[in-house]
């Protein structure tokens, strides 16, 4: 099982940026694909990014590709979001999950765990 703690969030000004982690728990998390999404009030959950166990395949949604970074460190459990050039749009609740398909997925129902969620507000 892996447990997932996300941190970095903050509120930023339009064109600012933020570095997003996620820490996890595990000796295994270096199996485990990991992938961030977002959530803003009154609207579903979507995908941001997502990154496979070894980072050689990298997935982003159109709307942060060029801006946002996915990265991961699996000597310190940790996945990162580099988030540049913010945008107000992208303001939302950030999370991160894991999950051990084959290839890391762009859909929330295909990831097992979940952290609590990082605030991030991005100010016009």
């Known amino acids: 099982q892996v447990q997932l703690v996300e941190s970095g969030g903050g509120l930023v000004q339009a064109g600012g940026s933020l570095r997003l982690s996620c820490a996890a728990s595990?000796?295994?998390?270096?199996?485990?694909?990991t992938g961030w999404f977002r959530q803003a009030p009154g609207k579903e959950r979507e995908f941001v990014a997502a990154?496979?166990?070894?980072?050689?395949?990298?997935r982003y949604a159109d709307s942060v590709k060029g801006r946002f970074t996915i990265s991961r460190d699996n000597s310190e459990n940790t996945v990162y979001l580099q988030m540049n050039s913010l945008k107000p749009e992208d303001t939302a609740d950030y999370y991160c999950?894991?999950?051990?398909?084959?290839?890391?997925?762009?859909?929330?129902?295909?990831?097992?765990?979940w952290g609590q969620g990082t605030q991030v507000t991005v100010s016009s």
């Open positions: 990154i496979s166990w070894n980072g050689g395949i990298r």
């Open positions: 595990g000796r295994t998390f270096s199996r485990y694909n």
């Open positions: 999950a894991a999950e051990t398909r084959p290839l890391p997925g762009s859909r929330w129902s295909e990831y097992d765990y």
